[in-house]
Every structure is written in structure tokens, then in C-alpha cells.
């Protein structure tokens, strides 16, 4: 069938090279090449974590002779401008930073130059590769060949403010049922007039669509007919399943909630939600792991001390299935830097280098980072981190040629249904119908 993708990582370098789990000190001096007056370019999300990889690419500079330029963009931008380069063979940017769930289009456009050679090239100890955690990992992959690296993998879990929830005496929710009480009652509590109970993803785009596919596993539901956790085959049957009766009824769940949101949270977004809990507006917030830190923070955050984390919670008679994203740095096809730009990737990826940007503020994305003592005292919630990464499941939204438009135009009926444009059953069926339609232009379905 036109359009399906193996996705099976058993022949990737993934597997050539998972010969250790940690690796030991690396002279970098003698491993990373001589890339004086180099000026190499990298194209990266304006996630919090990239103020974590300007605080230790000046060790590169150091070792390599090469200057290392670093610029951020919004998430859509991001897209536009990748996409648009590529288009033109554009060799502005040496290393990109590519959403996992772009990987099929990016690799079908030629925008990436495949990793899995270069990688079995290497010392199995310096990449360790059988260090990433599974979830996040298969996402570097498309066409059964890793193309890029698996290096900033978020993770979903519940944040909620620990001070409001001891105070009320309440548990925290494990169950949809549980979450929509517990937003209601700080919703409606006369104790903090000024704090809602749940933000979530609500505008209207990409935000809405990505947050459907966020939840709908732990709705018990699936996005497409053979994607559902433990799949041996994500895509072998992608007929939509956007307006199943778990599906409206999730969506019938999130129109619920918007009445326990912040003022104008139909239009929530990644930093809407994220400041407006960094800022004590709310009780409660399902959030990518990347944000955490910036909780932390005594600069910014009004929480600081009063907040924890906990697994992504589930319908009742379902189980939590946390959501996996995040990151993958590849080299762009067009680039003229390719081997200072290999470099870059092998010394940012090693497990030493990974630790640091991890007690920096970035997200970990290996098994030994999640596991370090170090990094858990740093990051006391870690443990609930890896715990949630296990339970994840890595084909969580779509990861082919059409992603974007499919999200977006998911995301466009979404938000119809939680502003009362439409009811959730009148506004999945017509996402359902636009998706359809797409899929079989693209030759995915019959």
C-alpha cells in the first residue's frame, strides 16, 4: 500500500550499535576532528532546553576550534522555515532540531541525511545507543533506518499544586472523573478566587490537535484503526477513527473542563498553559516534562515549592498512557558542514555530554540520566518522569508525510466543539471526513 512505513527498529543502527548501556570518559581532543573557523549553524525549537544547549556547546568550540551558532524559532515557524529551506536546498543551518512527528515528511522530502551509517561507524560505547529510552527512541527512525538522533524526549505528566490539594484534603486524580472533580472544586473554591482548576491545550491548530492524540489512549480510544498501544504495525490500517464514540466522548470531556479553565483558555497554548501554572493561576496542568524545570525556578515561578508531579491520569477502565514527544537532531541534507555537524551530534548525544545538559535544565532522554542520583536530586521529579517514559507509547501521533495537516485540521474541529460551534459529534465528524479524504490522496488508505 502507497504510503505505509516500516517502523521496526530491529535492522536500525538502534540495534547495530546496542552493544553498552553507559559509556566511559572520552578524550574528545582525539575522537572530534579539527573544525577551525567552522561557523556551524543550528536550527532549533525556542523550547526552554535551548538556553541549556547554549550553556554547553562553548566545550565543542573549545575542543573542535569551530564556532557554534544557535538559533531559536516558535513551533510552527519552526516548520515553515525547515520546510521552506529544504524546498530550496538551503544550506543555512548545519544541524536541525526536528519534531519526531515530522520525520516521515522531512525524510520523504530529502530534508535529512540519514545517521545509521555514520552511527555503525562509531565506537558502540561512545553512542550507546541502547542508553535511549524506547519510547522516545523510535521516533529518530522512518523507513526502518535511523535518520537522525534521539536527543530531547518530553514526556506528559500531571502537575498540580501540592499546597491547594494537602489544604482540601484531596488525592490526586488518577481518573478523567477524578481530574474534572478536583477542577471543578478549586474552580469553584471561595478560599483562591484568583486560581482556576485545569489549564489545557484548547486553540484552535496545532495545540488542540496535538492535545486529541495526547489523551485519546488514555481514553481507552485510538486515533486510526491499527494504532494502539503494543502494535506491531502502527500504519498498516490507517482508516480514521476520529469520530468513534471514545473519541466524542473525550471530546465531550475537554468542552467540560473549559468551564473549570482560566479566563480565555479556548485559546490556550504550550506557554499559555505552562505560565499560567508557573504563575499560581491554576491547580492543575497536564504538561510536557521539557517545562518542569521552569517551575523550579525561583526567577520566574510562584510555585517553586508548592507544586508536584504525577502519571498522566486514564479513564475509568483504561489505563494511563503518557504522552511521548519531543526532539530528534539531524543534519540537513544540504548542508556543505556535514562532518562538523556529525560531530556536533556525537559529542552532544554521549551520555557525559547528555548528563550535563540534563543538570543544565534539558530533558533526559536516557535510561542512565533518568536513573543518576545526581539528576534526581536536581530533578526530584525524574522518577515519576521515567516511570511515565515506560509507559508511553512511541507511535502516539502520526509521524508521516501528512502529520501537520492532519493535526491541524484535527485541531481546527477541536476547538469548534469546545467553543459550541459545533457539538463534539458534529465537529469529529467532519475531521474525520477532511482526514479521510487527505489520506486517500495521499495514497495511505484505500
Not at 45 to 70: C, M, N, R
Not at 144 to 167: N, S, V
Not at 178 to 197: C, I, Y
Request: glycine letters at 8%; hydrophobic letters at 40%.
Amino acid at each position: 500500500m502507497k504510503g505505509r512505513k516500516s517502523l521496526k527498529i530491529a535492522t536500525s543502527a538502534i540495534a547495530l550499535a546496542a552493544l553498552a548501556t553507559t559509556a566511559g570518559a572520552v578524550d574528545w581532543s582525539t575522537e572530534l576532528g579539527d573544525h577551525s573557523g567552522v561557523d556551524l549553524r543550528v536550527q532549533v525549537i525556542q523550547d526552554p532546553f535551548i538556553d541549556s544547549l547554549k550553556e554547553i556547546s562553548p566545550t565543542f568550540e573549545g575542543v573542535t576550534g569551530a564556532s557554534v551558532t544557535i538559533e531559536g524559532f516558535g513551533y510552527d515557524p519552526l516548520h515553515e522555515k525547515q520546510i521552506l529551506g529544504c524546498s530550496q536546498s538551503d544550506d543555512q543551518y548545519d544541524v536541525l532540531f526536528v519534531d519526531g512527528i515530522w520525520i516521515g515528511e522531512f525524510v520523504e522530502a530529502g530534508c535529512v541525511e540519514p545517521v545509521e551509517d555514520r552511527v555503525a561507524a562509531e565506537d558502540p560505547e561512545i553512542m550507546a545507543m541502547d542508553d535511549y529510552i524506547e519510547s522516545f527512541a523510535g521516533q529518530a527512525v522512518w523507513e526502518g533506518k535511523l535518520q537522525c538522533l534521539p536527543i530531547a524526549g518530553y514526556w506528559h505528566m500531571l502537575h498540580y499544586r501540592t499546597d491547594l490539594f494537602e489544604e482540601a484534603g484531596l488525592e490526586v486524580p488518577k481518573t478523567f472523573d477524578e481530574l474534572m472533580a478536583a477542577a471543578k472544586f478549586f474552580a469553584e473554591s471561595p478560599d483562591h478566587p484568583d486560581v482556576a482548576g485545569m489549564a489545557m491545550n484548547f486553540q484552535r491548530g496545532s495545540p488542540a490537535g496535538q492535545q486529541f492524540f495526547e489523551w485519546i489512549y488514555s481514553a481507552g480510544g485510538k486515533p486510526w484503526e491499527s494504532n494502539y498501544p503494543g502494535s506491531e504495525d502502527a500504519y498498516a490500517d490507517q482508516t480514521p477513527l476520529f469520530n468513534s464514540p471514545k473519541a466524542v466522548e473525550m471530546i465531550q470531556f475537554f468542552k467540560d473542563m473549559v468551564p473549570y479553565g482560566p479566563p480565555g483558555v479556548e485559546q490556550f497554548a504550550w506557554d499559555d498553559r505552562a505560565n499560567a501554572f508557573t504563575q499560581g493561576k491554576v491547580a492543575m496542568i497536564n504538561n510536557w516534562s521539557v517545562r518542569t524545570p521552569l517551575f523550579s525556578d525561583p526567577k520566574i515561578s510562584k510555585v517553586k515549592d508548592v507544586f508536584d508531579v504525577a502519571l498522566f491520569p486514564h479513564a475509568e477502565g483504561a489505563t494511563a498512557v503518557p504522552p511521548v514527544g519531543g526532539w530528534v537532531m539531524c543534519i540537513n541534507q544540504h548542508s556543505g558542514k556535514k562532518d562538523a555537524a556529525w560531530d556536533y551530534m556525537k559529542w552532544f548525544a554521549h551520555p557525559d555530554t547528555h548528563k550535563t545538559f540534563v543538570l543544565a535544565g534539558g530533558p533526559p532522554s536516557r535510561h542512565s540520566a533518568m536513573q543518576d542520583p545526581e539528576i534526581i536530586a536536581a530533578q526530584p521529579w525524574v522518577p515519576t518522569l521515567y516511570e511515565s517514559a515506560k509507559l508511553a507509547w512511541q507511535e502516539l501521533r502520526p509521524r508521516h508525510a501528512y502529520t501537520f495537516e492532519m493535526i491541524d485540521a484535527l485541531g481546527f474541529e477541536v476547538n469548534r466543539a469546545i467553543t459550541g460551534e459545533a457539538t463534539p459529534q458534529e465537529a469529529m465528524d467532519a475531521a474525520n471526513e477532511t482526514i479521510t479524504r487527505m489520506l486517500k490522496r495521499a495514497g495511505y488508505i484505500e
